[in-house]
């Protein structure tokens, strides 16, 4: 972790953060386009079993590097959501002349 000294040195940083989490966020997306062209339903696009095994996994991973649960639970479940929202609509996309 960068020590800063300033306020600018901590903007800076959140701002390249920011670029960084953008670049992931973009790759996460690619693959909800992977999914939506996979499954072959869409009442699979959204599986609550999944959604709760992902939560589980960041929360054991946050746990592990320090970021606070409640920082991470909600941003995951909104990250999900989001996603999922996504899914749909390449898949109705991918399948509208069906």
Do not use: Y
């Not at 800076?12 to 939506?36: F, K, S």
């Not at 989001?82 to 509208?96: A, M, R, T, Y």
């Amino acid at each position: 972790m960068t020590k800063c000294e300033t306020m600018a040195d901590v903007r800076r940083e959140v701002d390249r953060l920011d670029r960084e989490l953008v670049a992931l966020l973009t790759e996460r997306q690619a693959m909800m386009n992977e999914a939506g062209r996979i499954k072959a339903s869409r009442d699979l696009v959204r599986d609550e079993d999944r959604i709760e095994q992902v939560v589980a996994n960041v929360l054991r991973e946050s746990e592990k590097t320090g970021l606070s649960p409640a920082i991470a639970e909600p941003v995951w479940r909104l990250l999900i959501e989001k996603s999922i929202e996504h899914e749909f609509g390449v898949f109705d996309e991918l399948n509208k002349a069906s």
